[in-house]
């Protein structure tokens, strides 16, 4: 089983700057790709951005130039800094991780438990 932790969120004013951690932890013999989703409420969870083990990375449109995802492989964290915070970037932030737990085994998609973000105008 893998597990993942995320850290970081809370309140910030709009233009503050904000950094999300996340730690995968468990059994692991390959990480494929890491990365960040967002769901406000009445809206579809999103991908905000995502690192591959090769390196590449992708972002959401809407946070291009704000934010920058960044990973330490060997400690399977992955982290997500958030600048020039809107309102619009409120919601829940989930991590995940495709993961594959052993040897030979297909990589399974995992979440993280959430954390809030909120921004105020």
């Known amino acids: 089983q893998v597990r993942l932790v995320e850290s970081g969120g809370g309140l910030v004013q709009a233009g503050g700057s904000l950094r999300l951690s996340c730690v995968a932890s468990g059994s692991i013999f390959r990480v494929n790709s890491m990365g960040w989703y967002r769901q406000a409420p009445g809206k579809q969870r999103e991908l905000v951005a995502q690192?591959?083990?090769?390196?590449?990375?992708n972002y959401a449109d809407s946070v291009k130039g704000r934010f920058t995802i960044s990973s330490e492989d060997a400690e399977n964290t992955v982290y997500l800094q958030m600048n020039s915070l809107k309102p619009e970037d409120a919601a829940v932030y989930y991590c995940h991780a495709d993961v594959a737990a052993q040897i030979g085994s297909f990589p399974y998609g995992y979440w993280g438990q959430g954390t809030q973000v909120t921004v105020s105008s």
């Open positions: 690192i591959g083990n090769g390196g590449t990375i």
